[in-house]
């Protein structure tokens, strides 16, 4: 199998089809040698990171853009762009190993045709590098749309870094299981397994690896001692710091990172009931607490119509990671920034109003509802706060964590962290309280 072709097939789904890369890419890897498996991976992130340039260079060098059946070819071509810009494969292999794609794609006439522009593109890549410079979308990779909102929420620095920091390949992290160990014993143990680790002070649980590694070579992945959750989404259990007797609600809980989450940290709840919309991202919920050997009512349901699911107790404690935008973990989704449209954002933030005010009306007196996003854009986050604590009189901001500074309180607003501030994804925290 040609891993060019693959990648450039894949791009095509991505880009032309709208699929996600999550859902694309791991079913092609499975069959796949490790090496090409890894390959196939730099392909398509590198090739989604970079898109607006890549395309840039293709128009460049070609009279008219490859369309309808040919437009795999194209991906293939932008496949053999990256290679020679952002990889240390050989001209040579990258060029050749990217013409023979063409065959693979039942495009063997076209061989010649590729090659020519590859090698185009080796001649001339110096000056093209420099007018992509020039241009700042050709820079930064992101569509102008959310270019534009970045600048007004943050100003055009931030706004840069954000983009910048967007372009980097994210850390994997660990949360080790607090009922199995410590977090300084398991780091001891993924030393033994020759895996390097970091801590991080706000961060009880999380251990961030020096390099990413397959799963299995963690100790005890498969007996539930370890699993792999960014730093950023970790906070959520501790925020939400259930407490023994609660009945605690997930409302949004697929893939259920969170709900296990909260389960490892404090084993005396009276029950956790775990919600969400999609039936099969909810079977991962299971897997999870199953894999972890925990329990956990897990319940098909529409969270901003409780009526449907609610068994009539209300709630001590309700997370609600809300639906969103996602552009806080666009360094892991590279595909993010292509696949979402401006025009979804006006609907999330929607859908979050009616989940948070559903919600809210099943929580008890004195009971918290911690919101979070993984978005970096105000609408769903601060200024999506702002408007419910204008319409709910009995809501409260409250510090995430006891010891917080007060600076959260004072400007009424919640947590934003940006994308790689202590190396965590890009998240979003507001703690509610509901008065007595
Ligand atoms: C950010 S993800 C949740 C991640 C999860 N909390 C975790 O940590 O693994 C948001 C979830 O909301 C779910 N969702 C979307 N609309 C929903 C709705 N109206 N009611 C309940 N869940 C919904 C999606 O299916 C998705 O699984």
């Not at 649980?205 to 799963?215: G, I, Q, Y």
């Not at 199953?290 to 449907?308: C, E, F, M, N, T």
Request: proline share 4%.
């Amino acid at each position: 199998m040609n891993v060019r072709a693959l990648a450039a097939k894949i791009l095509n789904q991505v880009v032309e089809q709208g699929q996600s890369l999550s859902n694309v890419l791991p079913p092609v890897q499975q069959d796949l040698s490790p090496k090409d498996k890894a390959l196939l991976q730099v392909l398509c992130y590198g090739v989604l990171r970079t898109l607006p340039r890549l395309d840039f260079f293709c128009r460049s060098l070609m009279d008219k853009a490859l369309k309808g059946k040919q437009r795999d070819l194209h991906f293939l071509i932008l496949v053999g762009f990256y290679q020679l810009l952002y990889t240390r494969i050989p001209s040579h292999a990258a060029v050749g190993e990217t013409v023979n794609g063409a065959k693979e794609l039942k495009k063997q006439a076209l061989k010649g045709m590729v090659n020519g522009v590859l090698r185009n593109f080796l001649r001339e890549q110096e000056s093209l590098v420099e007018k992509a410079n020039k241009q700042p979308a050709l820079v930064y990779c992101h569509p102008s749309w959310l270019v534009k909102r970045l600048q007004a929420a943050y100003g055009d620095e931030l706004a840069a870094q954000i983009m910048h920091n967007n372009n980097q390949q994210a850390p994997m992290w660990l949360r080790v299981n607090a009922l199995h160990h410590t977090r300084d014993q398991y780091q001891v143990l993924l030393n033994d397994a020759g895996l390097l680790s970091f801590s991080s002070e706000f961060n009880d649980n999380a251990l961030r690896l020096e390099k990413p590694t397959d799963v299995y070579k963690l100790p005890g992945f498969t007996e539930g001692w370890v699993s792999v959750q960014d730093g950023a989404a970790q906070l959520a259990a501790h925020y939400l710091d259930a407490q023994a007797g609660d009945l605690v609600l997930d409302a949004c809980s697929a893939p259920g990172g969170k709900t296990v989450h909260v389960l490892e940290l404090q084993k005396n709840i009276k029950q956790m009931v775990a919600v969400d919309a999609d039936a099969k991202r909810l079977l991962r919920v299971q897997e999870n607490l199953d894999r972890l050997k925990l329990k956990a009512s897990v319940i098909h349901g529409d969270a901003s119509q409780p009526g449907s699911w609610w068994h009539g107790e209300l709630f001590d404690r309700i997370l609600c990671d809300a639906p969103c935008s996602a552009t806080g973990v666009i360094r892991r989704h590279p595909d993010i920034r292509w696949l979402r449209r401006e025009s979804d954002i006006a609907g999330l933030v929607s859908l979050q109003k009616n989940i948070l005010h559903a919600l809210w009306d099943k929580l008890k007196p004195g009971g918290i509802l911690l919101y979070a996003t993984c978005s970096i854009l105000p609408d769903e986050n601060d200024l999506q706060i702002q408007d419910f604590l204008e319409s709910r009189q009995d809501a409260s901001l409250i510090p995430l964590i006891v010891q917080d500074n007060l600076q959260n309180n004072i400007q009424n607003k919640g947590r934003q962290i940006l994308p790689n501030e202590d190396a965590m994804d890009g998240f979003y925290y507001a703690k509610l309280q509901k008065s007595l």
